[in-house]
Each structure stands twice: as structure tokens, then as C-alpha cells.
């Protein structure tokens, strides 16, 4: 695939999976840093796929390249869904990801109905108004206390009873091949082939 695409994330963990899963799917990715680019994009829709192309439209604007995005969350069942779409900003702007895992096991204390997913948007926007998207879950429960220290985010309490382990005791290959953003990625890649081809 000779195209190359934008980056439109600032996540450090997502840009090492999206670059991984679609380098290994001969997508060619460069991040907006690579670029000199800085664009906060608010991120005010209600739904991941919503905000994905919010960030994918506005990285797009900005570098005049077509751009991936991902926009994705911890949905929690005993939470209502939450914290969802809220999922990086849950507890608010003081916490890091230790902060806000930790803040959910509290809010988690006693409670026996334990399943969750995560869920991810992936929208990509082309200079020409051109727009694909796809998405992928994975169904988990909240674990009691964390393990593991790979991945990011949540990963150390999503706990994936297949493989009878957190997201964080994986490796990236272990994660991506089930993950949300995996399952997204490969939809997407599939999409992108045959947009390539008309
Ligand atoms: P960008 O908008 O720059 O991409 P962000 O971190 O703000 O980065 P989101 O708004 O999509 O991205 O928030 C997603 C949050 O959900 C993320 O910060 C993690 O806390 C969590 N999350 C998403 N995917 C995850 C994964 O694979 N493992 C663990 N946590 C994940």
C-alpha cells in the first residue's frame, strides 16, 4: 500500500498497537509529532465512533493527509456503561492511568456483577471527504486488584477469562490478537483494501 497515513492520537499506548497492528498489515503510519503537529480535538460526540472521526477529520485538516483514528473506552455493566466514552478523562484531568484503574476498583468495591467490554472506534478521513470506519469489542470482567504491567490504560483489571489473565499479563501479540483495537484494526484494513481498489 503506498499511502500514508496519519496517526490521530497523542496516546503513547495506542500509537505502539495501531503502529504495530498496521505495520504488520502493510499500512504506512506517521504520528503527528513526526509532523510538528499538536491539535487538541474536543472530543464531544456520545459515541466512539462519533469521536473518532472527530479527531480523524481534524488531523486530516491539519497535516492534508488521510488520518486514522482511534476513540475507545472501559464500558462497565454494574456502572451503566461507564465510564465509556468518559473512559480517559474518568475521576478527572488530576489522575494517570494507575489513578483512574485504581479509582474503578474503588468504585467497584462489593460489587459481584463484575462483566465489562471495551470497545473501539476506528474512523479514518481522507483529504477528499472520503471516510471508512470500523469497530470491535471484547468482552471481560473487572478483576479485584490489578495484575500485570503491559499494555496501558485499564489493562492490569481487564481480566479476559479465556486466556484466565488481565490485559496487562499479556504480550502486544497475545493483546492485539483479541483485542477491541485489534478486531477493529483488521475490520479497517480489510475496508481500506477494497477502498484502494476502486
Ligand atoms: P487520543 O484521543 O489522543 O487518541 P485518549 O487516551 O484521550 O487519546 P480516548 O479518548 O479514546 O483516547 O480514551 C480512551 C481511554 O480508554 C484510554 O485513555 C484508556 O484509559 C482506555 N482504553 C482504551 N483502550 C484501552 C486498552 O486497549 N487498554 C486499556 N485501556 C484502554
Known amino acids: 500500500m503506498d499511502v500514508t497515513f496519519?496517526?490521530?492520537?497523542?496516546n503513547p499506548g495506542k500509537i505502539?498497537?495501531?503502529?504495530?497492528i498496521l505495520g504488520e498489515l502493510?499500512?504506512?503510519?506517521?504520528?503527528p509529532k513526526d509532523l510538528g503537529i499538536t491539535v487538541d480535538v474536543e472530543?464531544?460526540?456520545?459515541t466512539f465512533a462519533e469521536n473518532a472521526m472527530l479527531k480523524a477529520k481534524a488531523i486530516c485538516a491539519s497535516s492534508g493527509l488521510p488520518a486514522i483514528a482511534d476513540d475507545s473506552g472501559l464500558c462497565v455493566d454494574a456502572l451503566n456503561g461507564g465510564p465509556g466514552v468518559y473512559s480517559a478523562r474518568y475521576g478527572g484531568e488530576g489522575l494517570d492511568d494507575v489513578g483512574r484503574y485504581r479509582l474503578l476498583l474503588e468504585n467497584?468495591?462489593?460489587?459481584?456483577?463484575?462483566?465489562?467490554?471495551f470497545a473501539c472506534a476506528i474512523a479514518c478521513a481522507f483529504p477528499n471527504g472520503d471516510e471508512l470506519t470500523a469497530e470491535g469489542t471484547v468482552e471481560g470482567t473487572i478483576a479485584f486488584a490489578p495484575m500485570g504491567e503491559g499494555g496501558f490504560g485499564y489493562d492490569p483489571v481487564f481480566f479476559y477469562p479465556p486466556l484466565a489473565k488481565t490485559f496487562g499479563q499479556l504480550?502486544?501479540?497475545?493483546?492485539s490478537a483479541?483485542?477491541?483495537r485489534g478486531k477493529a484494526l483488521k475490520e479497517f484494513a480489510a475496508r481500506l483494501e477494497t477502498y484502494l481498489k476502486k
Open 6 to 10: 496519519v496517526l490521530a492520537t497523542h
Open 43 to 46: 472530543e464531544t460526540g456520545t
Open 26 to 31: 502493510g499500512i504506512k503510519v506517521v504520528s
Open 108 to 117: 467497584m468495591r462489593g460489587q459481584t456483577t463484575r462483566a465489562a467490554h
Open 171 to 175: 504480550t502486544a501479540q497475545e493483546k
Open 178 to 180: 483479541i483485542s477491541h
Open 16 to 20: 505502539r498497537e495501531m503502529g504495530e
